[in-house]
Protein backbone atom coordinates (compact mmCIF):
# COMPACT_ATOMS: atom_id res chain seq x y z
CA UNK A 1 0.00 0.00 0.00
CA UNK A 2 1.19 3.08 -0.65
CA UNK A 3 1.19 6.19 1.66
CA UNK A 4 -0.68 9.41 0.48
CA UNK A 5 0.54 11.57 -2.46
CA UNK A 6 0.31 15.41 -1.03
CA UNK A 7 0.31 17.17 -4.04
CA UNK A 8 1.45 20.95 -2.13
CA UNK A 9 4.46 18.81 -1.36
CA UNK A 10 4.64 17.82 -4.86
CA UNK A 11 4.80 21.15 -6.95
CA UNK A 12 6.34 22.89 -4.01
CA UNK A 13 9.57 20.23 -4.73
CA UNK A 14 8.74 20.55 -8.29
CA UNK A 15 9.42 24.60 -8.44
CA UNK A 16 12.31 24.11 -5.47
CA UNK A 17 13.79 21.71 -8.74
CA UNK A 18 13.29 23.69 -11.50
CA UNK A 19 11.20 20.29 -12.74
CA UNK A 20 7.77 20.85 -14.94
CA UNK A 21 5.90 17.61 -13.94
CA UNK A 22 5.71 14.49 -11.99
CA UNK A 23 3.54 11.29 -12.38
CA UNK A 24 2.48 8.88 -10.31
CA UNK A 25 0.08 5.72 -10.87
CA UNK A 26 -3.20 5.72 -7.96
CA UNK A 27 -5.43 2.77 -8.26
CA UNK A 28 -4.96 2.18 -11.68
CA UNK A 29 -4.92 5.96 -12.56
CA UNK A 30 -2.10 8.07 -13.80
CA UNK A 31 -2.23 11.48 -11.71
CA UNK A 32 -0.05 14.03 -13.91
CA UNK A 33 1.03 17.09 -11.80
CA UNK A 34 1.96 19.56 -14.12
CA UNK A 35 3.57 22.96 -13.50
CA UNK A 36 2.34 25.34 -16.31
CA UNK A 37 4.51 28.20 -17.65
CA UNK A 38 2.57 31.80 -17.82
CA UNK A 39 2.54 32.87 -21.91
CA UNK A 40 3.03 30.95 -24.98
CA UNK A 41 0.30 28.26 -26.63
CA UNK A 42 0.40 24.86 -25.40
CA UNK A 43 0.11 21.72 -28.22
CA UNK A 44 -2.97 20.44 -29.47
CA UNK A 45 -3.58 16.57 -28.40
CA UNK A 46 -6.20 14.24 -28.07
CA UNK A 47 -6.41 10.83 -25.92
CA UNK A 48 -8.24 7.91 -28.73
CA UNK A 49 -8.82 5.39 -25.42
CA UNK A 50 -9.78 7.50 -22.24
CA UNK A 51 -10.97 11.06 -20.78
CA UNK A 52 -8.74 13.12 -18.81
CA UNK A 53 -9.67 14.84 -15.63
CA UNK A 54 -8.30 18.63 -15.32
CA UNK A 55 -8.38 19.99 -11.76
CA UNK A 56 -6.48 23.22 -10.87
CA UNK A 57 -4.65 23.53 -8.22
CA UNK A 58 -3.40 26.86 -8.43
CA UNK A 59 -3.12 30.00 -10.75
CA UNK A 60 -5.62 30.62 -14.11
CA UNK A 61 -5.65 27.62 -16.58
CA UNK A 62 -7.73 27.29 -20.42
CA UNK A 63 -8.44 23.89 -21.56
CA UNK A 64 -9.12 25.21 -25.63
CA UNK A 65 -10.90 22.84 -27.91
CA UNK A 66 -11.78 23.08 -31.39
CA UNK A 67 -15.02 24.66 -30.63
CA UNK A 68 -14.56 26.65 -27.56
CA UNK A 69 -12.47 27.01 -24.40
CA UNK A 70 -13.10 26.32 -20.46
CA UNK A 71 -10.97 29.30 -18.27
CA UNK A 72 -10.60 27.06 -14.95
CA UNK A 73 -9.13 28.92 -11.50
CA UNK A 74 -8.19 27.09 -8.60
CA UNK A 75 -10.19 24.32 -7.42
CA UNK A 76 -12.06 24.03 -10.00
CA UNK A 77 -11.59 20.68 -12.96
CA UNK A 78 -13.53 19.98 -16.52
CA UNK A 79 -13.70 16.41 -18.27
CA UNK A 80 -12.18 15.86 -21.66
CA UNK A 81 -14.00 13.48 -23.52
CA UNK A 82 -12.71 10.67 -25.09
CA UNK A 83 -11.01 11.57 -28.52
CA UNK A 84 -11.38 15.59 -28.46
CA UNK A 85 -8.98 17.39 -29.26
CA UNK A 86 -7.78 20.07 -26.81
CA UNK A 87 -4.63 22.13 -25.60
CA UNK A 88 -4.39 24.00 -22.36
CA UNK A 89 -3.03 27.17 -21.93
CA UNK A 90 -1.98 29.72 -18.99
CA UNK A 91 -1.52 33.24 -18.69
CA UNK A 92 0.45 33.88 -15.58
CA UNK A 93 1.27 29.90 -14.79
CA UNK A 94 -0.74 27.43 -12.89
CA UNK A 95 -0.29 24.33 -11.12
CA UNK A 96 -2.50 21.57 -13.25
CA UNK A 97 -3.07 17.62 -12.04
CA UNK A 98 -4.26 15.52 -14.71
CA UNK A 99 -6.17 11.88 -14.58
CA UNK A 100 -6.34 9.68 -16.82
CA UNK A 101 -7.59 5.82 -16.42
CA UNK A 102 -4.52 3.72 -17.10
CA UNK A 103 -5.72 1.13 -20.00
Known sequence: MNGPTDFNDVFQRLARDNQREETTLLGGVAVRMVRVAGGGEGRWDSHPHT?????????????DFRDHSLHLTPGQCCVV???????GTSRNGADVVLLQQVT
Open 81 to 87: PTGAEHR
Open 51 to 63: TETVIVWNGDFTV
